[in-house]
């Protein structure tokens, strides 16, 4: 069993609770809450810059020209609100806030509890309806840090947003992703295998290959899925499309962010995929 440091200090009742409740078998390791820098340097430097010119503005009005006042107005008016929200982000933040730093995700052997604001929740990796995995990247220097965001569906109708604000994505991003894809893989199998097609976005999987739009990519021209990332305007997206043994493009591309259980169905292609070349086709 994988315990982190913060983790190893012991796990609160409302999180044992939860846990038990849901049977999610033994704790593996846990998230604690991350402080929002990208959103504070952004917010910190617009008060910093928009202040200086405000000040600089009344300065001039109070020994100049008194027209000057009204510039002075507008650019107070802008840095109030610029600190306000620096204010409001670094009072909330772990870096500060005691109890900021109690919210943290922990992850079980059958799914993960959320402690935040709204409340402690236990969620199952089996009980996941759709996940959507954002992979975009923002590659301007001030958004340095990738902000990779998970959108998850539950089958009871719970919904969540859980984003590089409220957790280190980079590590519990990828793993939720794929104990999700695992969790889902044998039903989805199960179902294809008695012959039922299965939909995931604009990609449906069906017994003769991937149909997309009316176009249909026989499985012999299949070898795999690539996750691809194209850049413009300082950000990236991620698409998905398929590709032969030679690893060159076949059929269309999507947009992974847009595509519902996009993980599962990388899984449930290379499945497939594998099992037609273990009877040679």
Same mark, same amino acid.
């Given at each position: 069993m994988t315990l982190l440091v913060e983790s190893a200090l012991g796990l609160g009742p409302d999180v044992t609770l939860a846990a038990s409740m849901r049977n999610l078998g033994e704790h593996r390791e846990s998230y604690p809450a991350v402080t929002s820098k990208p959103l504070l340097v952004s917010l910190g430097m617009f008060t910093v810059l928009f202040g200086v010119l405000a000040g600089a503005a009344t300065w001039g009005a109070i020994i100049g020209d008194p027209v000057v006042w009204v510039a002075a107005n507008i650019l107070w008016t802008i840095t109030a609100p610029c600190l306000l929200g620096f204010l409001w982000v &670094? &009072?909330?933040? =772990?870096? #500060?806030?005691?109890?900021?730093?109690?919210?943290?995700v922990h992850v079980f052997e059958h799914g993960w509890v959320w402690a935040r604001r709204s409340g402690t929740e236990a969620y199952r990796w089996d009980e996941v309806q759709a996940l959507f995995a954002n992979l975009a990247a923002f590659t301007a220097e001030i958004s340095s840090r990738t902000p990779y965001g998970i959108r998850i569906t539950m089958v009871d109708g719970r919904r969540m947003d859980i984003w590089h604000v409220h957790v *280190?994505?980079?590590? !519990? %991003? =990828? &793993?939720?992703?794929?104990? #999700?894809a695992q969790a889902q893989l044998p039903k989805a199998m199960a179902? !294809?295998?008695? %012959?039922? =097609?299965?939909?995931?976005? *604009? &990609?449906?999987?069906?017994?003769? %290959? #991937?149909?997309? %739009?009316? !176009?249909l990519t026989p499985w012999s021209d299949i070898g795999g899925v690539e996750i691809d990332h194209v850049g413009g305007n300082h950000v990236e997206e991620s698409h998905l499309s398929l590709v032969d043994r030679q690893c060159r493009p076949r059929g269309t591309r999507v947009n992974f962010g847009l595509m519902a259980n996009a993980y599962t169905f990388v899984l449930m292609v290379e499945t497939i995929v594998a099992k037609l070349r273990s009877v040679g086709q």
């Open positions: &670094l &009072l909330r933040s =772990p870096a #500060v806030s005691r109890r900021a730093r109690q919210f943290r *280190d994505m980079a590590r !519990f %991003g =990828p &793993l939720v992703s794929a104990r #999700v179902y !294809f295998d008695k %012959g039922n =097609p299965i939909t995931f976005g *604009d &990609l449906t999987v069906t017994d003769e %290959g #991937v149909a997309y %739009g009316g !176009f």
